[in-house]
């Protein structure tokens, strides 16, 4: 079946480090692909999303890009902020899965000032 | 829009004692998903509905658990009787349905069963 992989963490960076966040997926079909972030004590919320290969989404100075070859989606920050300290979670939705969306583990960064 | 509502935001009962979850998921939406979030297994995804009817129930751990979507404007999640194990956040989630529409989280109810 369709699943996703990501880092582990936690991941502890300074202010203004750069930040990767390694996903792959393995999917029966070809599936649309996303990234969540989740804040303590809330639900998570959609942070960018890509729908074909080679697209890249971005949001907040985060990006990701669609790469069909590696079937991979790793999300990036050129300079991370306090506020971005969260859990990223990557997750693809795919029609062949009956558009259930799959989650990875979730990955918990820590930004110090 | 008010975005999706769960209540109540807090349970804490006892072990046998039944337990039943509210959602309202965004107006206009045709999915819904109920899931789990616990720091051993993560985010599990227990049913999903698409315009009311369930799709999809091979997440739900067990007969304890049932789920109801009775009109497109509010479900219910169920467990009776409740144990310890069930201790978790569930949160519920809304969508258009289509593979890439994004799902809009409920900001989840903290269950603690003791």
């Known amino acids: 079946g369709d699943s996703v992989t990501q880092m582990e963490g936690p991941v502890t960076l300074s202010e203004e480090a750069f930040l990767t966040i390694n996903c792959t997926y393995t999917?029966?079909?070809?599936?649309?692909l996303f990234w969540y972030v989740q804040y303590p004590g809330e639900g998570l919320q959609l942070l960018l999303k890509?729908?074909?290969?080679?697209d890249k989404g971005s949001n907040k100075g985060f990006e990701a890009t669609y790469r069909k070859e590696t079937t991979s989606f790793h999300l990036e920050k050129g300079s991370v902020q306090v506020s971005d300290s969260a859990v990223y979670f990557c997750?693809?939705?795919?029609?062949?899965?009956?558009?259930?969306?799959?989650f990875g583990a979730g990955t918990r960064l820590f930004v110090k000032a | 829009d008010a975005g999706v509502i769960q209540s109540p935001r807090h349970e804490v009962t006892e072990m046998g004692q039944e337990v039943t979850l509210r959602c309202k998921p965004i107006?206009?939406?045709?999915?819904l998903f109920w899931y789990r979030q616990t720091m051993m297994r993560g985010l599990e995804l227990l049913i999903y509905?698409?315009?009311?009817?369930?799709?999809?129930d091979s997440g739900m751990p067990e007969d304890r658990f049932s789920a109801k979507m009775p009109n497109a404007s509010f479900s219910t999640l169920k467990i009776q009787p409740s144990e310890p194990r069930d201790s978790a956040v569930y949160f519920c989630?809304?969508?258009?349905?289509?593979?890439?529409?994004?799902?809009?989280f409920g900001n989840g109810t903290r269950l603690t069963v003791t």
């Open positions: 989630a809304s969508s258009l349905g289509q593979p890439d529409s994004p799902l809009h």
């Open positions: 999917a029966t079909g070809y599936p649309s």
């Open positions: 890509a729908t074909k290969a080679d």
């Open positions: 997750a693809l939705s795919d029609r062949v899965g009956g558009f259930k969306t799959i």
């Open positions: 107006s206009g939406h045709n999915s």
């Open positions: 509905f698409n315009n009311n009817v369930p799709i999809d």
